[in-house]
């Protein structure tokens, strides 16, 4: 058995997935059983997005609601656990390549608690996030090699008990989204772009990640902005060589969302 901690990334998807009982909550639920206990959590989230690389370190982290205009229930729900401060500064000590500062303020956005929530109900593992550089405006955001050679830096903690968690979607399209229908029928489009992806982590084929807007309009559409494809190249990029990919979870909402979810490590 290896003593490196996986690498996880999930399809976290509506918000409504914090109270909703379905197979992908369900196998939140069993995933988090069957995973070895980590130290402390690091989350790269397609919802904490800066103008630089920040880590937050927080003691105690406070339970971000940001979304609007959903159940009243979902803003009385709160993901209680530690942070790790400790850790956190551990990156900023050992990463050179980039400043990475340190941050007082963030706590958890629902594209950490979301899911933390279902693998880990009992918010005892310390948790924290570092954020995406990212521009909205789409015209100075970094290329995806840099976040892929940051993300190759953060490996380090796998071997120190860190589970490290990207949180965004494969597919992620709210223009063509189907609010009123979790199990709308899925654009074609759709399916192709996360079958694209899926075979490009079987095959450990990572430059086709890089450049998925050579697989022309389903990825367009598929990424009409980075914020929730990121997470993805974050963890593509710690895997190691023998390691293989296991895809835990697959199926989509609303027509639009891939809740696509996978475990790198050398146990598959």
């Known amino acids: 058995m290896s003593d ?9 998807g509506s918000p409504m997935n914090i109270v909703l009982k379905n197979d992908f909550t369900d196998t939140l639920h069993q995933w988090g059983k069957a995973l070895p206990t980590p130290k402390a959590v690091l989350i790269i989230s397609a919802h904490w997005l800066s103008r630089s690389t920040k880590v937050a370190c927080t003691e105690k982290p406070k339970t971000i609601y940001d979304f609007y205009g959903f159940p009243k229930e979902l803003y009385t729900i709160k993901y209680e656990c530690p942070g790790s401060p400790e850790v956190a500064n551990r990156i900023v000590e050992t990463i050179n390549r980039i400043p990475i500062e340190c941050d007082l303020n963030w706590g958890l956005d629902h594209g950490a608690w979301s899911v933390m929530h279902h693998l880990y109900p009992n918010a005892q593992i310390p948790t924290f996030q ?13 290329p995806l090699k840099y976040h892929y050679e940051l993300g190759k830096e953060l490996a380090f903690l796998r071997e120190q008990g860190v589970l490290i968690i990207g949180s965004g979607n494969i597919v992620h399209n709210l223009y063509l989204i189907d609010f009123n229908d979790i199990d709308a029928k899925v654009h074609d489009w759709a399916l192709e772009f996360d079958d694209f992806v899926k075979k490009a982590l ?6 086709k990640l ?3 807007q050579q697989f022309g309009k389903p990825a367009m559409l598929s990424v009409p902005t980075w914020d929730h494809y990121l997470p993805l190249i974050y963890v593509v990029a710690m895997q190691e060589e023998f390691e293989t990919c296991k895809f835990i979870h697959e199926g989509f909402q609303y027509g639009s969302v891939s809740m696509r979810a996978f475990q790198i490590d050398n146990m598959n």
Do not use: A
């Open 130 to 142: 570092m954020s995406i550089d990212y521009d909205f405006s789409g015209y100075v955001n970094k």
């Open 210 to 212: 890089l450049e998925f």
């Open 202 to 207: 079987e095959r450990k084929e990572h430059y």
């Open 4 to 12: 490196k901690m996986p690498i996880l990334f999930i399809g976290h």
